[in-house]
């Protein structure tokens, strides 16, 4: 690959942020100062000024001024009512000609648009006439009719009609170029056109769309900051970064602050309409997604990406004859639109339709071959289907046609540079595994055992066998990982599922249970299948975070207090929005409660009516029903039933952790609500302490201290503002103080787990070893099901010289955090020092889950098993050891050489213990004693 340009380095090359925009003015006196402000986003000021200045000698310009704000603020039929009495004549006939188009095209009037840009096309200064009649007649499916004018911009460059120091005329250029297929062509444009002036705000977006049609969000996000600084209100500018926002890192909360800002200044835009659309198809709020896009669509009728995002709709509502219907309207306005079935695509891969999108894709092609991201969204998902060799081809044929796509270019690189020099697989029954050749030796057995027994129950339970061959690869490189799975680097996740392929990260990668992740994952592979792609993500992530609860008590996350506070703030979504959940989570501690919420629901259905019932829902949804349908046929109960009687359920279940007092500072993230509550409330504590809670989350410390005053000075022992309190004073280095807001706070009974790690922090810092034993022990009495208070007594007990304590302490936490390997080993040496092999045999087991490399823990492991007369496991356990490539092979050689005894193979126990004395010359007794008989 090694002759491919690397896109985001070389081709496509943004300018650094630009400055921020002068201090708002307040009122502007002439057309420049008005325009001026305009530009900034001071539009109330800007229009102020130029309804003033209509009665002055300007008037026309300053018409058409107006105009253009207008048409930036929504103000369509206004803007286009201003535009028309002088796009026949005068002076400023080619700019008013150009508004009255650009406002007819954002009304869906396309032929009167179209009739408005010509008028003045035959103008040598119509530059903006033509690059935006290019741009409607694509709009049109008129690629041909388009190129006349599109290629005029162009020759007006060759010609130099458009010079080096015409930055506008320069982004007319590169705005043409996009247009045409040229993207190496345009990137240079737009630089040309911010050399000549660094404060243009559309050339910034228009480049930002460029690079957003190659998946280069990171340069998009720099251009649309290079705007607003220059205009922090600039409504494309907003809808843009929430589209970043979403395609970066699905941050839906940040997507909805920007749309909201967007639609202050233009309710009108339909960008904003059908990307929040978009978000409610994601959460399957089918209802608020139809109503978004009639907003769309009643502003402009014939917005492609609007009445294509209304056929994903209908097809997601699984309505055939409704689906081809949309279909059918969004080629009517564009007979050659291929870019349809991508927008569909893109919603139908959030619901893994992915053999459906595999046929999206070839009908883009078949309506135009040419369509590069057509080809790229088939190669992407055959991949995703198992169909390397097509997707592949499919990847390349992409490739060729548009060398600036990010994604197409990383999974090229990676399946050509990485994978087949590196990777290998493992025929493995109906799974086949892919792993790194370096970790085939150990992790090609361990793997095969363990997914195999988990296909094997899980088969057994759904009654149903997945097509097959299903792929599991696993990565030993983060990037690597994320690129398979999306195309782009830095998922942070580690492992995903697309229905016949699941893409992991590999033990090398990170310190996790990679056993635990896998088979999490393997579930996916039976739900997606069994509910035909169409099972909710809430169910299915639960569905197999209780998969793994039941393979392994020790894989339960320990989240019941996380639970209870989230439900008692209200920020767990009823049951039928429990999509939001993981859509709207705000941080990772939102995604945990989702994670947590969803599987202790299934959790609940599975133990009230039967695991059975849960196999029935998924074959509901897979008959096309919606999830009130499935619930009521499966379980004979309504949803709003089924959601009360599992908060009520789960309300007695964690009922004793009303005693333990936290503060859940995800229910005070609302500033300005915090400020409302205090002025309806001003003699209330309670008041002043959650807005003390909400400064301090937005990092408003001197603030909240006055609040904590205020709070306390009303009532000494409010909880909340005495654990605001503590938590400033720790963040001032005032300690003592700190403890004295704690001691209020138990004293006054409000003691709790969260109370206690404060108070043993902050006498650590103060050296004082006892009374932070003392906290951490009160912690762990409260709730010993967490791990940071075992963790803590672990390493007191080290400091203090207690070691009961601290294998009482090493025990329990390692019960609890399944994904430590070091603590886990130690345990493993400590047991085995004690000759517990029991506990050794146990925690073993969990090495292989978590530290499969680990020579020593395996070989541990094999001498448990040897004592509990598992001789055939002990051996493959040693084997494993070896393969892992231990520092003293020797203690490995003589543990197989004991396992051979056992399984009475006496030639090659000879050879085993010969291999050990080799190995350490101090063995041969003990080698000579294993050969015994």
């Known amino acids: 690959m090694n002759a491919r340009v690397w896109p985001l380095l070389a081709a496509l090359t943004v300018s650094p942020l630009l400055a921020h925009a002068q201090d708002a003015p307040t009122s502007c006196g002439d057309l420049e100062a008005c325009l001026a402000a305009s530009r900034g986003g001071h539009y109330e000021v800007a229009e102020q000024g130029l309804t003033r200045l209509r009665r002055g000698r300007d008037a026309a310009a300053v018409t058409v001024a107006l105009g253009r704000l207008y048409l930036t603020t929504g103000r369509y039929e206004e803007a286009a009512a201003l535009a028309r009495p002088l796009a026949q004549r005068g002076a400023v006939r080619v700019e008013a000609a150009t508004l009255l188009g650009e406002a007819e095209a954002s009304r869906g009037r396309l032929d009167e648009a179209q009739r408005a840009f010509e008028l003045v096309l035959g103008e040598p200064s119509a530059h903006r006439a033509r690059v935006m009649l290019g741009r409607l007649l694509m709009r049109r499916g008129q690629e041909q009719a388009a190129q006349l004018p599109l290629m005029a911009l162009v020759q007006a460059y060759n010609d130099q009609s458009i010079g080096d120091r015409d930055a506008e005329g320069l982004a007319y250029v590169a705005m043409a170029a996009h247009m045409l297929d040229s993207p190496h062509d345009a990137n240079d444009a737009f630089q040309a056109s911010t050399r000549a002036d660094p404060t243009r705000v559309e050339t910034q977006l228009e480049w930002a769309q460029l690079f957003l049609s190659h998946y280069d969000t990171g340069h998009a996000e720099e251009s649309v900051r290079a705007a607003l600084a220059q205009n922090p209100n600039h409504p494309v500018a907003r809808a843009l970064l929430a589209r970043i926002k979403l395609e970066q890192s699905l941050d839906f909360v940040a997507a909805a602050e920007e749309l909201e800002r967007a639609s202050a200044v233009n309710p009108n835009l339909p960008m904003v309409h059908v990307t929040r659309a978009g978000v409610a198809i994601r959460d399957m709020d089918l209802e608020a997604a139809e109503e978004h896009l009639e907003r769309a669509l009643a502003i402009d009728p014939n917005d492609l990406e609007a009445l294509s995002v209304r056929a994903a709709l209908r097809f997601l509502e699984d309505d055939e004859r409704a689906y081809r219907q949309a279909v059918r309207a969004v080629l009517a306005v564009n007979p050659r639109y291929s870019e349809l079935y991508t927008i569909i695509a893109e919603y139908a891969d959030w619901e893994h339709r992915y053999p459906q999108i595999v046929e999206m894709a070839r009908e883009a092609l078949r309506i135009d071959p040419t369509d590069a991201l057509a080809h790229a969204t088939l190669g992407i998902n055959l991949l995703r289907m198992g169909e390397e060799e097509e997707g592949l081809a499919a990847l390349r044929e992409a490739w060729r046609r548009d060398r600036f796509n990010v994604r197409v270019y990383n999974l090229l690189n990676l399946f050509e540079d990485v994978l087949e020099p590196h990777y290998e697989t493992v025929e493995a029954g109906p799974l086949v595994l892919r792993m790194h050749r370096e970790e085939r030796a150990v992790m090609g057995p361990t793997a095969t055992s363990v997914l195999r027994a988990a296909w094997d129950d899980m088969r057994r339970r759904y009654g149903f066998t997945p097509t097959t061959p299903v792929h599991v690869e696993m990565f030993s490189d983060n990037q690597h990982f994320s690129v398979r799975t999306s195309g782009l680097p830095n998922m942070g996740v580690q492992g995903v599922c697309f229905g016949q392929v699941v893409t992991a990260l590999s033990p090398r990668a990170g310190p996790f249970n990679w056993a635990q992740i896998t088979t999490h994952e393997l579930a996916h592979v039976f739900h997606i299948q069994l509910s035909r792609n169409r099972v909710p993500r809430w169910f299915t992530e639960g569905l197999a975070e209780y998969e793994t609860i039941i393979a392994r008590p020790e894989w339960q996350r320990e989240q019941d207090h996380r639970l209870w506070l989230a439900l008692q703030s209200g920020r767990v979504p009823p049951l039928r929005q429990l999509n939001h959940a993981f859509t709207h989570a705000r941080n990772a501690e939102d995604v945990t409660v989702a994670y947590y919420a969803s599987s202790m629901l299934v959790k609940y259905i599975a133990e009230r009516f039967g695991f059975e019932r849960t196999v029935r829902m998924l074959r509901e949804w897979g008959a096309g029903r919606t999830t009130e349908q499935v619930i009521e046929r499966a379980l004979g109960v309504d949803i709003e039933t089924l959601d009360a009687d599992f908060r009520r359920h789960t309300q007695e279940r964690l009922v004793a952790r009303a005693d333990d007092f936290a503060v859940d500072f995800g229910a005070h993230t609302d500033v300005e609500a915090a400020r409302r509550r ?211 092979p020797g203690p490995v050689h003589l543990t197989r050489a004991r396992a051979l005894v056992a399984l009475r193979r006496m030639r090659d126990a000879r050879a085993a213990a010969a291999a050990a004395t080799q190995a350490d010359p101090s063995l041969a007794d003990a080698a000579r004693a294993a050969l015994s008989p």
Not at 768 to 780: D, F, K, P
Not at 828 to 837: K, N, P
Not at 844 to 851: F, I, N, Q, S, W
Request: glycine residues 6%; aromatic residues 6%; without cysteine.
């Open 678 to 888: 205090v002025a309806q409330q001003p003699e209330e504590a309670e008041a002043h302490a959650a807005l003390a809670a909400a400064l301090l989350v937005n990092g408003e410390g001197e603030e909240a201290r006055a609040e904590i005053r205020e709070a306390l000075m009303r009532d000494r022992t409010q909880p909340l503002a005495r654990f605001v309190a503590a938590r400033v004073a720790i963040a001032r280095r005032q300690p003592r103080t700190a403890l004295g807001d704690l001691r209020i706070l138990i004293e006054s009974g409000h003691d709790g787990y969260e109370v206690r790690l404060l108070q043993a922090r902050v006498a650590l810092g103060l050296r004082n070893a006892r009374l932070a034993r003392q906290a951490l022990e009160a912690a762990a009495r409260i709730d010993p099901g967490r791990p940071e208070a075992w963790d803590g007594l672990y390493e007191i007990a080290g400091q203090m010289n207690e070691p009961q304590l601290r294998q009482r302490a090493l025990r329990a936490y390692v019960d609890l955090d399944q994904h430590n390997a070091g603590r886990n080993f130690e345990l493993m040496q400590a047991l085995a020092e004690r000759g517990d092999w029991d506990g050794v045999r146990e925690y073993g087991l969990r090495a292989v889950y978590v530290d499969p490399f680990n020579a020593e823990a395996r070989r541990l492991y094999a001498e448990a098993l040897l004592r509990a007369d598992e001789d055939r496991e002990a051996l493959t356990q040693a084997d494993l050891a070896l393969a892992a490539e231990p520092e003293q």
